[in-house]
C-alpha cells in the first residue's frame, strides 16, 4: 500500500492506495442520478486503489489532423474545438496517476485559478484544478461531470508514492 504525498509539502494527498498494474476500462455512464444526487460515471478505478495512465490528459488541447476524429470521446482526452470544424485533442502530461476523487476526499481543495464549470462537476478542459490542501501546490485535476469519466489525475512531478 502507498500514500500519494504533496512533493512541495510531503502532506499526505490520498487514502492508503494500492497500485494496479494497467489503468481499466473507463465504465460507461447512463446519465441516472447516483444514490448521492451526482450524475457521474462510476470511479475509473476501484476504491483504494491508482493507476498510471500512459495516454496524454487534460490541457493544453491541440486540433486534430483529421476533422471527423472524435477520440475516445473523454474529458482529457478530446473536446469540441470551438474555432472550426472537428475535435480538438489532448496534448498534456502522460503518465498521470488516477484516483478515485473519494480516496482524495478532505486532503485538495479547488484551484481558485480555474473558473470552469460543468453542470455536474469539474471538466478539467482548464488544467490541473486540484491544490494541495496543506501547502497549495498544483497537484491535480478532477474530472467530475456528468458526460465522462469519474476520476482524479496527479500530475507525476506534483506528488511522490510512499509506503503507507
Do not use: K
Not at 469540441?80 to 496534448?91: T, V
Amino acid at each position: 500500500m502507498n500514500v500519494l504525498v504533496c512533493a512541495a509539502c510531503a502532506r499526505h494527498l490520498t487514502e492508503p492506495l494500492r497500485p494496479l498494474p494497467e489503468l481499466p476500462p473507463r465504465p460507461e455512464c447512463d446519465g441516472r442520478r447516483n444514490p448521492d444526487g451526482s450524475r457521474h460515471a462510476p470511479p475509473t478505478v476501484p476504491p483504494g486503489t491508482y493507476a498510471v495512465d500512459p495516454e496524454p490528459c487534460g490541457a493544453p488541447f491541440v486540433p486534430h489532423p483529421d476533422p471527423e476524429w472524435a477520440g475516445a470521446a473523454l474529458p482529457g482526452v478530446c473536446v469540441g474545438n470551438p474555432d472550426g470544424p472537428g475535435f480538438l485533442m489532448s496534448a498534456g502530461q502522460r503518465d498521470t496517476l488516477v484516483v478515485g476523487p473519494e480516496d482524495t476526499a478532505g486532503f485538495l481543495s479547488y484551484n481558485p485559478a480555474c473558473q470552469e464549470h460543468g453542470c455536474c462537476g469539474a471538466t478539467g478542459q482548464e488544467g490541473p484544478n486540484q491544490v494541495c490542501g496543506g501547502c497549495g501546490a498544483v497537484v491535480a485535476t478532477l474530472f467530475g461531470e456528468c458526460y465522462g469519466p469519474y476520476e482524479t489525475h496527479f500530475l507525476p512531478d506534483a506528488v511522490r508514492t510512499v509506503p503507507a
